[in-house]
């Protein structure tokens, strides 16, 4: 027996109503009754087409501003009805309820309203309740009734309706989206409720997003991956437009996240700053007094590390960055803009990717990050712990100097951003030596000495770029060797968030060496 469903009533009820005109014009066209509520009706109607109120349905008028129109059996029943089933049919026939054999809904713009920056009245008002129960009852008898959520799915109704119905495998297809879009739906009601009204960490969390592109691969070609936009709005690669170059990849999205939350640590009206990228880990930070400093100070603390890497900026990319950029093999620049001359200098790079966020985000606001382990998943605050001056304790006998104050707020920023255990020497606002995601601390500040080393060799300077440096750890230094190590290269001063029951000890070290050394009180652990 065939699995092909003709349609013969719709109920469209949209709230974005892009294309409901053209694709209830074509239904009608193929002999389709409509029915509708509200605003789409009323659009319906003024465009000539014969269209049913929903309240001829129920024998009820809309009422409460709306809140109530379509929760009535004669549309439920009409959706839910299994059109095999005796009873069924019985009860339809007995109370006047006639099949619904197509649902149109999308929902109250809850999301769009919520990014406004509306107040609470007006989201809870732009928060779906008829809509949501209509989905759930039409993708519950799929077997029976189509779904759509979505206007991209309007013409495949119509290609179907072309041969005669809907067959079974569209009617699935269409009823797991709609679950998923009620599912993201009642996510982001539920997560800004949950900040809203000061729910910290709430006994059921729900996470939701939308397919904003579907790449080749994951981390590795054996892997199936997709791009997920949801939750707060915030700039950086989800809302960036990309210019030119290839299609971004699962990797080049996570970095491309990394490198332009680093340089959002760094205010664009203080100073120019540049970030390089590679395996989510920065291997050149720096500020300058223009673009292309920044960009060249960052590039000298590892140019070797940088081929094929992200590079993100705090202002907007011009013709002098761009070029210098082109002469590096690179992956992916980000940047709040482009100039005209640096968009055409750029575009002699077909392959290379633009990427246009429009503005920074404030690294101080609160989000959520999510990570899945087996059988659930860990849920956190962002990571937007800020410090400044007033905050540190200076706990040696000698006192950092101003130049050494300003490289040691510098490279506590760039820490937060590092791969955990995080060492990095920092001096004349670059870093000069990255050390991350080693198992020992030592092991850390050893290959970001090693680093400097290279860096100096491969400019040809007399000595290590770590002499006169300064050097930040994100967590506390467990035993001396480390800060020694650290001395050894060349840092005259340490900024690292204390807490070791071995404190004194260090201390004794530092004051030993020379070192003026502050405690944060903070941790920037990065896993």
Aim: hydrophobic fraction near 45%; proline fraction near 4%.
């Amino acid at each position: 027996m065939s699995d092909i469903k003709p349609i013969t009533r719709a109920l469209l009820s949209v709230s974005d109503k892009q294309g409901i005109v053209e694709f209830a014009t074509a239904l009608a066209a193929h002999g389709v009754e409509l029915v509708s509520t509200g605003g789409t009706a009323k659009l319906l109607q003024g465009e000539g087409l014969a269209c049913r109120d929903v309240s001829e349905l129920t024998g009820f008028p809309e009422m409460m501003d709306g809140r109530v129109k379509t929760l009535h059996p004669n549309v439920h029943g009409g959706l839910l009805a299994i059109r095999d089933n005796e009873e069924h049919r019985a009860a339809m026939q007995a109370h006047d309820i006639h099949a619904i054999d197509l649902l149109v809904v999308n929902l109250y713009p809850f999301e769009a309203t919520l990014k406004s920056g509306a107040d609470a009245d007006t989201c809870i008002e732009n928060i779906d309740i008829g809509g949501p129960a209509m989905i759930r009852a039409a993708a519950k008898n799929h077997n029976d009734v189509a779904v759509v959520v979505d206007n991209e799915d309007y013409q495949p109704i119509l290609d179907a309706l072309a041969k005669g119905g809907t067959d079974l495998a569209q009617r699935r297809k269409l009823a797991q989206k709609a679950y998923a879009r009620t599912a993201a739906y009642d996510a982001e009601i539920s997560n800004w409720m949950s900040g809203e009204f000061d729910v910290v960490m709430p006994r059921y969390r729900a996470f939701g997003g939308t397919l904003q592109q579907s790449l080749r691969y994951g981390e590795n070609p054996h892997q199936q991956a997709g791009f997920y936009t949801g939750g707060p709005d915030r700039a950086g690669v989800a809302t960036a437009e990309q210019i030119q170059g290839k299609e971004l990849s699962y990797n080049n999205i996570n970095d491309t996240d990394a490198a332009y939350e680093l340089v959002s640590e760094f205010s664009a009206s203080d100073s120019a700053a540049c970030a390089i990228i590679k395996h989510a880990n920065p291997c050149g930070v720096a500020m300058g007094a223009s673009l292309p400093e920044a960009f060249a100070s960052a590039l000298r603390c590892d140019p070797v590390s940088a081929f094929g890497g992200i590079i993100a900026m705090n202002q907007t990319l011009d013709a002098d960055t761009a070029k210098a950029i082109t002469e590096i093999f690179t992956e992916v620049i980000i940047a709040p803009d482009a100039d005209a001359a640096a968009r055409e200098i750029i575009a002699g790079k077909k392959n290379l990717r633009l990427l246009l966020a429009g503005a920074l985000p404030d690294p101080t606001t609160q989000s959520m990050t999510i990570r899945n382990v087996a059988g659930g998943y860990l849920v956190q605050n962002r990571d937007n712990g800020h410090i400044d001056q007033p905050d540190l304790t200076c706990v040696t006998k000698r006192q950092p100097s101003t130049d050494e104050m300003r490289d040691l707020m510098f490279a506590w920023r760039v820490a937060k951003h590092v791969k955990s255990n995080a060492i990095i020497y920092a001096k004349d606002d670059a870093t000069v030596g990255i050390g991350a995601g080693q198992m020992s601390r030592l092991d850390s500040s050893r290959i970001a000495a090693r680093k400097a080393q290279d860096a100096a060799d491969a400019s040809g300077a007399a000595v290590t770029l770590a002499q006169g440096s300064v050097v930040a750890s994100d967590a506390f230094f467990p035993f001396a060797d480390g800060l020694l190590s650290a001395a050894e290269a060349g840092a005259t001063a340490v900024i690292q968030p204390g807490g070791s029951i071995r404190d004194d000890e260090v201390i004794a070290a530092a004051d030993e060496a020379g070192l003026a050394m502050l405690f944060t009180g903070m941790r920037h652990f990065r896993h």
